[in-house]
C-alpha cells in the first residue's frame, strides 16, 4: 500500500467514526525536478515535494470540505475533525452527490526523471535559440519534470490510484534590437517524454520568430470593424472565457447564462467542434477522475455548432436538472478546418492576428474589450507589420457565429489541440 493509499484510508476511516454518513479522501504527493536559467545562465536546480490532502463529508445533506498539505497521522485525524465539524454546521442540501461506482488504476506518461536528458535538452534549445533568433533575449526559463502519485477513496467503494509523470517547458523573453524592444512574451508546453527537441514542440518558434518582428511596431490607424485571427495561445484563453460565462456551474445556478435554455440549437458556425477530452493521447497527465469520484470520458461541448453539452459538476447538474458533464479538465480540443492559414488570411481586407489578449472579465452577455498584444496587421490579404497595444472589442457568443474561417493547422501544447480561427465583426481601436 503506497503512502497516499494509506492516508485516504485513515481519513476515510477517522470520517466515519466521526459520524460521516458519505465521505471521501484525495490525497496527493508531487515531486518536482527543475532548472531555472536566468537571462541565459543556469540559476537554480531543485526538487520540491508537496502533499496535499483534500476531504469531504456529509452529514444530514449537509457537506463539509478540508483540504492540507500533511499526511502525518495527527494531521489527518485533525482535518478529519475539522471536515466532520464545517458538515455538521452546513446548511443541508440534497443535491451534493458523491460517485457510487467507478474505480481503477492509471499510470501515464514519464514518472521516472531522466535528469541528464532533461539538462541536455534544455541546453541544445538555449544553444538553438541563441542561434537562430540573435535578437530574443530569454528573461527567464524554467524547465522541469513532475512525478505526481495519488490515491481517491470514498465510502461507496469507489477507488483510484494513479501515478503520471510529465516534463515541461516555460519561457519569458522579448526581442531587442538597438535601444528597442517587443512587449514581453511566454510560451510553454507539456511532453509526456523527451524523445523531441523541446525547440519543436508547442509554439515555441512561432513565438520566437514573432518576438523578432515585433521590436519595431507601428501604431493601427483609426477604429474600424474588421476580422480578428486567434493565434491558438491566445484562442484557449477567448474559449475559457466564453465557457466560463454561458456554461459553467455558476452562471446556470444563477440563471445568467445565456445559454441556459439552449442545448441541442444551434450555439455556432456549424464548422465548429469543441471537445474537453483528458483521454486523447495528446493529452498530458490528465484528469482520469473527478473530484466527485466519476470516472472521466471525453464529450462534445459543442458540436458542429450545436451546445451538445453544460460544463456541470454533479451537484449543479442535480440543481439544475441537467446532466453531468463527463469530466471536469480543461483539456481543450478544437476541431481542425479544411483550409490553410495562408488561404484564410487572404481573404481578409483588413484586420489583426492576436497572440496575446489582456483585458478584463467579460460581462455577463459576453461582451469584451481589451488590448490585442503581440500582434500584426492584416492587410488585402497580407500578413504586414506589427502593431502596437490595438483595443480589441465584441461579444463571445457572437464571435462563435461570425467565423470567417478555422485553419487546418493546429497547435498541440500537451493540453489542448487548437487551430487558428478567424472571426468577423471584431472593432478594432487604433490611433
Known sequence: MTREQQTTTAALQALERLGAQQASAQAHTSRKTEFNLENGQFTLLRTTLDHSLALQAFVDQRRGTVSGNSFEPE????????????????????????????GGSFDTGAFTLDRELLFNRTQEMLDAIKAEYPKVVLESVSAQHVAREGSYLNSHGVAYDSRAGSYGVFLMFSGHEGGKSSSFNHSSFECADLSRPFLDQGSLRQNLADAQKQIHTQPTKGKFEGTVVFTPDCLGSMLYELVSNYAADSVLLDG??????????????????????????????????????????????????????????????????????????????????????????????????????????????GEFSGVAKNSFLIENGQLGPAVSETMISGNLA??????????????????????????????????
Open 398 to 431: 457572437g464571435m462563435l457565429n461570425s467565423i470567417r474561417g478555422i485553419s487546418r493547422e493546429t497547435m498541440e501544447d500537451g493540453s489542448s489541440s487548437l487551430p487558428w480561427l478567424a472571426v468577423d465583426g471584431i472593432t478594432i481601436s487604433g490611433k
Open 256 to 365: 445568467t447564462s445565456l445559454w441556459k435554455d439552449a442545448l441541442g440549437t444551434q450555439v455556432a458556425d456549424p464548422r465548429l467542434t469543441l471537445s474537453f477530452k483528458p483521454l486523447d493521447p495528446r493529452m498530458v497527465s490528465a484528469e482520469r477522475y473527478t473530484q466527485e469520484g466519476f470516472l472521466s470520458r471525453d464529450y462534445d461541448l459543442i458540436e458542429r455548432g450545436v451546445l451538445k453539452q453544460f460544463m456541470l459538476s454533479a451537484y449543479a447538474a442535480n440543481k439544475t436538472g441537467h446532466s453531468r458533464a463527463p469530466n471536469t479538465s480543461h483539456a481543450i480540443i478544437v476541431a481542425p478546418g479544411q483550409t490553410a492559414l495562408k488561404d484564410i488570411l487572404s481573404t481578409i481586407d483588413k484586420g489583426l492576428l492576436v497572440s496575446r489578449y489582456s483585458g478584463g472579465a467579460s460581462g455577463a452577455g
Open 75 to 102: 494531521a489527518i485525524a485533525a482535518a478529519a475533525r475539522d471536515c466532520f465539524a464545517a458538515a455538521r454546521d452546513g446548511q443541508s442540501d440534497p443535491a451534493w452527490e458523491l460517485a457510487r461506482e467507478g
